[in-house]
């Protein structure tokens, strides 16, 4: 598959990319090079490859989520620079 002048001005246009009029040649070199690596890698034999989920072979350690402490709104509003009826006050943002 080929590209052509009119193809580069159309993925310019969608991916919001600006091509000058005088690098719309090279772009559209650039474009044909990457379709024809892709297609290359086509022809790669992957009959016997498992899917790759993640490149970590790795496992997350998970924890047991436990609630240790509570009822300190008091401490975690000390340091709010406005606090009312027990939480942040923040500007209005939306009108």
Do not use: C
């Amino acid at each position: 598959m080929a590209v052509d002048n009119d193809t580069v001005r159309r993925i310019a246009f969608l991916a919001r990319l600006k091509v000058e009029q005088d690098k719309l040649e090279e772009t559209k070199e650039e474009f044909n090079k990457i379709l024809a690596w892709v297609e290359e890698l086509g022809e790669v034999n992957t009959d016997n490859v498992e899917p790759l989920v993640s490149v970590n072979n790795e496992t997350l350690t998970l924890r047991q989520d436990e609630v240790l402490s509570g009822h300190i709104s008091e401490e975690i509003l000390a340091n709010a620079p406005a606090k009312e009826y027990g939480y942040f006050v923040v500007p209005k943002v939306v009108e």
